[in-house]
């Protein structure tokens, strides 16, 4: 081939190539990128899924049919899924707003990290691509309708981690039952020389666990990690669950690696652990730690005891300070101490005037001391005459004398306590005889209330058992499939997370439902014969003889007897009159009864919408 013929066909193949490159950024690379950005969209959307199964169907559905959160799939007065551009536009600044402040006075909180919430602005993102994503008819719901791609994934992801949870029977296992009552502490410590039970353990020195049926000699335990003392391994090792499985002829096995302890039913298969209900004895002279909310009459009960029972036992009432039985006690230990505290090495004014139940300012006062003064180590400050110590982590009567002036012995004499006595931040009490500790569990109504959407008689028949049935504590519950997850929680938001939306707080505290009542409204000259309360997602409306009040501004009189029909329309409510709510949450379309018996102003609302309300004047 000559030269001539080489240069044309360089060139030809050149113009060749040159316009399959045109080509290509003419008809593919569109295509190309629209696929692209398609797929992107896609993606978005499905993340939005799966952020919202997460984080939003508590209170929204687990398809955006609503609840305690209105619906957000359509069925909204705002068609969020409406395409039309300005529609669009608007819809998705409406929700890029509320995700990121949320809504003042009601249960949706602020969103946006930056103001407390969970999630950054691209997750943010992704929610509203979920929630206005249109129907397409590629895409069904569990009726076969068709849905949005957003909704048809969310509810896969809700139906995936609604499998993937477990829910335990939550109540008293043989390890809680022990550590209430010091189990195995003071066992332990006289398997070891009566050695101080929460003094620290050098990491490589053995420790000797008490004999069991299983080691009848006792057995050896290394320790391994640093700040191990005896209370820390008596928990870890099981040695109060082991002692109280053995009193009471519980079969068990204990896994010494995992240190994990099973109880065993008489066939020698595993159970989960006690029924609710079921009594066990606990060894003579047991302790109890005081919970702070407790009576003396509830931990009577609880022990299958008389109050006077507990109160009386040796020196409980000076422990407890009271012989009220129905008095709330306080669960952390206080002790007389002398009225000048001696400053310890970090101590602050505020440290210093709170465990000696004082405000700092009071102990400012006291001591004239400014709120600059930063106290040295060593000093000496006064106390109020009648202060009390709340003792720490790690104090006994030695560390306690010394920062207060005096001596372990003096310090014994205060409090009327022996010098041998520990001193510990619980409250203990001395129990008498104990044969029926009653165990405390939970009923499938218990684990329902801390769900979202989920009845007892729902939760068992996932479970294949009658809502009644008392199951064992630790037992494994599965969801039912229109579980929502968790209960909603009930924390109002306060409407500070957004500075350009926030109004002052003495406003807010006006709002419907929030703070101050509304104005005074009067009853209506004539009465109603005939009256149906509606809930909409966020409202009520009175129907009063067939007239129709605007939202949440109904005022209707009846006469004494009267009964008033209350019909649900979308999302849940609770009937709430003058603050005391009346039987379940109102879902889907149930209606209820109520009759007025008694002459008087009946506010009614919804604990989980605060504009919603609606009056009814008894006559």
């Known amino acids: 081939m000559n030269t001539q013929k080489q240069i044309i066909l360089i060139v030809t193949l050149f113009f060749v190539f040159v316009g399959s490159c045109a080509a290509y950024a003419v008809v593919d690379l569109p295509i190309r990128a629209q696929d692209q950005a398609e797929w992107h969209h896609s993606q978005s959307i499905e993340r939005g899924a ?3 199964a997460n984080n939003c169907r508590t209170c929204h559905g687990n398809v955006g049919e609503g609840g305690v959160g209105p619906a957000l799939d359509g069925t909204n007065p705002r068609d969020f899924q409406n395409q039309d551009p300005l529609v669009l536009k608007n819809n998705k600044a409406l929700l890029k707003r509320t995700l990121a402040c949320g809504r003042a006075g009601t249960l949706l909180p602020a969103w946006l990290n930056t103001n407390g919430g969970a999630l950054n602005e691209r997750q943010i993102d992704h929610l509203i691509e979920l929630i206005t994503s249109p129907v397409d008819v590629k895409y069904l719901d569990e009726a076969g309708n068709p849905t949005s791609e957003g909704w048809f994934y969310a509810l896969e992801f809700a139906h995936n981690l609604n499998g993937a949870t477990a829910i335990s029977v939550g109540g008293d296992t043989l390890g809680t039952i022990a550590n209430a009552h010091l189990l195995g502490v003071a066992e332990l410590s006289a398997a070891n020389g009566n050695v101080d039970p929460y003094a620290i353990i050098e990491r490589g020195q053995k420790v000797t666990i008490p ?12 320790v391994r990690k640093d700040n191990e003392t005896l209370a820390k391994i008596a928990e870890n090792q099981a040695v109060g669950a082991i002692i109280l499985a053995e009193l009471n002829g519980l079969p068990y096995k204990f896994d010494e690696k995992s240190a994990k302890l099973t109880l065993l039913n008489e066939a020698g298969q595993e159970i989960p652990g006690l029924f609710p209900g079921d009594t066990v004895k606990l060894p003579d002279n047991s302790k109890y730690v005081v919970k702070t909310g407790d009576t003396i009459e509830s931990i009577a009960t609880a022990h299958g005891l008389r109050p006077a029972d507990v109160a009386g036992n040796g020196n409980n009432a000076k422990v407890l300070g009271t012989t009220v039985q129905t ?3 306080v669960g952390a230990r206080k002790i007389n101490v002398p009225s000048v505290y001696v400053v310890q090495p970090g101590d602050s004014v505020a440290t210093i005037a709170t465990n000696h139940g004082l405000t700092p300012a009071d102990f400012q006062n006291l001591n004239g001391l400014t709120a600059e003064t930063v106290p040295g180590a060593g000093q000496e400050l006064k106390l109020d005459a009648a202060a ?13 004398a010394i920062a207060h002036k005096t001596t372990p012995a003096d310090l014994a004499k205060l409090n009327d306590i022996a010098l041998t006595d520990p001193v510990t931040p619980q409250v203990v009490i001395t129990l008498p005889k104990v044969d029926k500790y009653v165990v405390k569990g939970q009923s499938l109504d218990d684990i329902a209330k801390t769900l979202s959407n989920v009845t007892a008689s729902e939760l068992g028949d ?11 504590v630790g037992q494994d519950l599965v969801l039912p499939k229109a579980a929502r997850g968790s209960a909603p929680p009930d924390a109002r938001n306060p409407g500070t997370a957004c500075v350009e939306h926030a109004i002052p707080d003495a406003v807010f505290q006006t709002l419907p439902g929030v703070g101050t009542p509304q104005a005074q409204v009067t009853a209506p000259s004539t ?15 009175v129907v009063a003889d067939g007239t129709k009040s605007d939202l949440n501004k109904g005022v209707v009189a009846i006469a004494k007897g009267t009964a008033v029909k209350f019909v649900n329309q979308v999302g849940i409510h609770t009937i709430t009159v003058n603050g005391t709510k009346d039987g379940a949450d109102l879902k889907g379309t149930d ?29």
């Open 50 to 52: 799966l952020l919202f």
């Open 211 to 222: 004999p069991t049926l299983a080691h009848p000699n006792g057995r050896e335990y290394l």
């Open 327 to 329: 008095e709330a006690l």
């Open 388 to 400: 009390t110590y709340l003792v720490q982590q790690g104090d006994n009567l030695g560390t306690i």
């Open 462 to 472: 996932a479970n294949g058992v009658p809502d009644t049935a008392v199951l064992r």
């Open 527 to 541: 009465q109603s014969k005939d009256v149906t309360i509606t809930s909409g997602a966020n409202d009520f409306t």
């Open 591 to 619: 209606t209820r009864t109520l009759t007025f018996n008694n002459v008087g102003t009946f506010k009614i609302t919804c604990d989980f919408h605060p504009a919603m309300l609606a009056t009814i004047f008894v006559q």
